[in-house]
């Protein structure tokens, strides 16, 4: 229908962004000046790079000795003094400690043999073994002799040289019996000859303590020197 020209013409509008008045524009906001960038801030539970692992220190080489002379000594030590030579086979020393120790237990001739059980036990309590152990008999032998040799001189003997438990020997077979740490002698009786002759040979079977139950005056006389 064609339009009158008192009648405005309406124009379709292209669907678009409005324009907004000069009075209600926005700012623009202004670009960041090109620079460095900051570091990246690493995430938490990401581990960062590496750090590279600092060079060895190398320790300097010692000098290569050269021959027919010392090598010298590293820095910071010292050099260990020799040991000292020992004592030479046979001096008085080696004399010296082979003498065993010699205890006196006072005692009567009828109390001779149980102060010398009495010496064992205690013996026995601070640690001795029971093969470490002789006890030698001036007198009436002992009743634990007089029963093993009721079976036999060859069993009696064989459990001599076993070793393993106290073991009770007269003084006329003192010379069969073999050398033990602990030798116990009881002066208990019998002639004056036998005492006399089993103090000297006790001493020898003895390793490191001989002990002799007996009148002190008697045995200091028998031994040659108060002790």
């Known amino acids: 229908m064609p339009l009158s020209p008192e009648e405005p013409q309406i124009h379709e509008s292209a669907q678009g962004p409005r324009v ?3 009075s209600g524009r926005i700012t623009p906001t202004p670009r960041p000046v090109p620079g460095p960038r900051p570091a990246a801030v690493p995430r938490p539970g990401r581990p960062g790079p590496a750090r590279p692992t600092p060079p060895a220190q190398r320790t300097p080489r010692e000098p290569a000795a050269k021959p027919g002379l010392p090598a010298p000594a590293a820095s910071g030590s010292s050099a260990a003094p020799a040991a000292p030579a020992g004592p030479p086979a046979g001096s008085a020393t080696d004399a010296g400690a082979s003498v065993p120790q010699i205890q006196l237990i006072p005692a009567s001739a009828e109390g001779a043999l149980d102060a010398a059980e009495e010496a064992v036990d205690l013996l026995l309590d601070s ?46 077979a003192l010379d069969r019996a073999v050398s033990r740490p602990v030798v116990v002698v009881a002066l208990n009786g019998g002639s004056e000859e036998t005492a006399v002759g089993a103090l000297p040979t006790a001493l020898t079977r003895a390793g490191a303590l001989l002990i002799v139950c007996g009148d002190p005056q008697r045995i200091n006389a028998m031994l040659g020197a108060g002790v």
């Open 20 to 22: 907004t008045p000069a």
């Open 127 to 172: 640690g001795r073994a029971p093969g470490e152990v002789l006890v030698v008999t001036t007198g009436d032998p002992h009743p634990w002799a007089t029963h093993e040799l009721s079976f036999g001189d060859a069993s009696y003997w064989a459990q001599h040289d076993a070793g393993d438990d106290v073991f009770y020997a007269d003084a006329a």
